[in-house]
């Protein structure tokens, strides 16, 4: 596959590039870059289904017990344990009956929700769609609409400014 769209986010905001990708019911992956940290967000018929980052971001096992869905001696106790690899720990949880899949879906999707936020915020760096690419192997997928996911990351940008 080729890159279809590529280009410096000095000129184009993240939301903006997802809103063109949104506009043109795209499928494919968006990767973008800055030092230090690299993302990929993977679109369906223009809207985000999947994100990942190199950089700092919030935790699963971090949500469940910040919901008060699992303890964090739970999660501790859970981690320690041999796993196959490549197992998640949301699928760990599960298996040692120590979540529901409820907590587990709500957790995961919050966490992509929050990659997304934070890469809203990008204002360097560049980025790079490949049409056709999809994301595989990830059972549980973002379902939020592309508007109401940049509002709300822009939403928390302003009241993370007004704190600050």
Do not use: K
């Not at 992509?112 to 192997?137: H, K, N, V």
């Amino acid at each position: 596959m080729s890159d279809a769209l590529r280009g410096d986010l000095r000129h184009f905001f993240p939301a903006e590039i997802l809103q063109l990708l949104a506009l043109a019911q795209a499928t494919g992956r968006l990767e973008m870059e800055r030092p230090g940290e690299r993302a990929e967000v993977y679109v369906e018929r223009g809207q985000p289904v999947f994100a990942r980052t190199s950089g700092t971001s919030v935790r699963v096992g971090d949500l469940l017990v910040h919901h008060g869905s699992v303890a964090a001696e739970t999660i501790e106790r859970v981690l320690s344990r041999p796993a196959a690899e490549g197992a998640r720990i949301g699928a760990r949880l599960l298996a040692a009956g120590a979540a529901t899949p409820d907590d587990v879906q709500q957790a995961v999707r919050e966490a992509l929700r929050r990659i997304l936020y934070g890469l809203l915020l990008w204002r360097d760096g560049t980025f790079c769609f490949t049409p056709g690419e999809q994301a595989s192997g990830e059972d549980i997928r973002l379902d939020a609409n592309l508007d109401r996911l940049i509002l709300e990351g822009l939403r928390q940008a302003d009241e993370s400014r007004v704190r600050a």
